[in-house]
């Protein structure tokens, strides 16, 4: 499997405030990349400077085997990414969402992708009203819908699952796995610990801007428990996440 996603030495910093530092990943076709930290750890800034919102000061991203920054327009064809409160316009419906979304990437049979996606993300029977008519859970629902309508290689969640009830839950889990089953490569931040163990095949936890662990689900546990019994991500998380010091030392 290729990497779709590379990121290397990515440093963001916003005056005197160094948010980002020297962080180095990758992200394979077909793979889940659960990025985890405290608050203010720099989750956000990452995910924005890999959707190509807020330029890199220093290091390197590629998208599909385009650089983000020499050759932007082309590797933002291959990704979406669908921020933490969604974005939408006032005076468009669903419908004319999907419209405005399929002339920018000039989809080709976008009638016939989009109805799929109203049905899969509930969105049919809404397809003629205004974000203002809609449920915070509808709304990220049209906002994936439009981030799902290219077919983009690259996948990137802040917080997807704000705003949904249980069933709108576990369709949205299916809708990502499905897409990564498919090839897409995907990068998911949450603060549900519980959803990062379920979907993801590898975990990037990151503290102050700075790469503290990085490996499966499993490679995590056992960096904490050693051998000594059974620990929940939530622990290992905890333990990570308040000894980034001694963490780094394991996780060269």
């Not at 839950?169 to 163990?197: C, D, T």
Request: hydrophobic share 40%; aromatic share 4%.
């Amino acid at each position: 499997m290729s990497n779709l996603v590379e990121v290397i030495n990515l440093s963001k910093s916003y005056g005197s405030l160094v948010a980002v530092h020297e962080l180095s990943f990758s992200v394979k076709e077909g793979e889940i990349v659960g990025l985890v930290g405290p608050n203010g750890a720099g989750k956000t800034t990452t995910l924005r400077a890999l959707a190509g919102i807020h330029p890199p000061t220093s290091g390197q991203i590629r998208i599909c085997g385009h650089d983000l920054r020499e050759d932007s327009v082309a590797a933002k064809r291959e990704l979406a990414f669908m921020p933490d409160e969604p974005r939408l316009f006032d005076y468009l419906t669903v419908e004319e969402h999907l419209q405005f979304i399929a002339r920018i990437y000039q989809v080709e049979g976008a009638s016939e992708r989009a109805e799929p996606l109203l049905r899969e993300l509930e969105l049919s029977d809404k397809r003629k009203a205004l974000p203002g008519e809609l449920s915070r859970g509808m709304k990220q629902k049209l906002m994936i819908a439009c981030g799902f309508l290219h077919s983009p290689r690259v996948l990137i969640f802040d917080e997807p699952l704000t705003g949904l009830d249980p069933l709108g839950i576990r369709k949205m889990k299916a809708s990502i796995s499905q897409r990564a089953a498919a090839g897409a490569a995907v990068i998911l931040s949450s603060h549900l610990l519980h959803l990062v163990e379920e979907l993801c095949d590898v975990i990037l936890v990151i503290k102050g801007g700075t790469r503290v662990a990085f490996g499966s689900v499993a490679e995590l546990k056992w960096q904490i428990a050693r051998g000594s019994g059974e620990v929940s991500l939530e622990d290992a998380f905890l333990r990570i996440t308040s000894d980034s010091e001694e963490t780094q030392r394991r996780d060269p």
